[in-house]
């Protein structure tokens, strides 16, 4: 069994670690809850097993379509292990509602629907609090090549189709999400995570958020929606 060697990197809701293998690497989930930039701050009992539990069942949903991506195998109840990819400092946000910052920028109505879906390009960096750019900024600062980046916005639009319908077979809407991706071998990789973290999920019937809004927003019970989330991947609703 692999074990987790040297630290590589530490973001808000996982802890990369070396392995023995250079090209695996163990990505651990923690509880910790960051919002607003880690303005606030808190833990969610039990979110780092049900946040590895979540993505190992999307990116299995990806394999199974032919997506690309860093997942190899679970290796316990909060940790996986992955392929290690040079991370694109790039995310692509996919947005299918309006909610959130986009809601408040552009001055429409929260849930808003969205067609064709909106997408958006962060700057990943511990210190960049994932300002919005373009592509202009992407190829002025070589954050990526063109090819690269319209490889991995058609992969984004794709997935965005893939879990969506997965979604709504569960009574479940994929409001927005943002993916991150990363060159392994010179191929590119959906990589990171896949959870209630970086994505809003409503219930379909009620438009209850079943994720990390409902910590932002003081909603309580944060770690309840995360568990009917995977009560509803795992089995059927009730």
Known sequence: MLQPLSLLREGKSKRIYATDDPDLAIEFFKDDALAFHGLKRGRILGKGEINNAISRQFF?????????????EQLDSRSSVVR???????????????????????????????????????????????????MTHILALRLASRPEMDHATEIALRVNEILGAY???????????????????????????????????????????LDMDRFRRDMGNTEAGYRELLRRMMGSEE
Not at 91 to 118: D, F, W, Y
Request: hydrophobic share 40%.
């Open 60 to 72: 299995t949903l990806l394999t199974e379509n032919g997506i690309p991506n860093h997942y190899v």
């Open 167 to 209: 979604m709504r077979d569960i009574g479940i809407e994929l409001i927005d999400f943002k993916l991150e991706c990363g060159r392994f071998h010179q191929e590119i990789l959906v990589a990171d995570e896949i959870s209630p973290d970086v994505a809003r999920f409503w219930d379909a019937r009620t438009h209850e958020p």
């Open 84 to 134: 290690r990819c040079e991370m694109l400092p790039v995310g692509i946000k996919v947005r299918n509602r309006a909610a959130g910052s986009l809601a408040q920028r552009l001055g429409v109505t929260e849930g808003r629907p969205l067609q064709p879906p909106i997408v958006e390009y962060v700057l990943r960096g511990r210190d960049a609090d994932d300002p919005l750019i373009n």
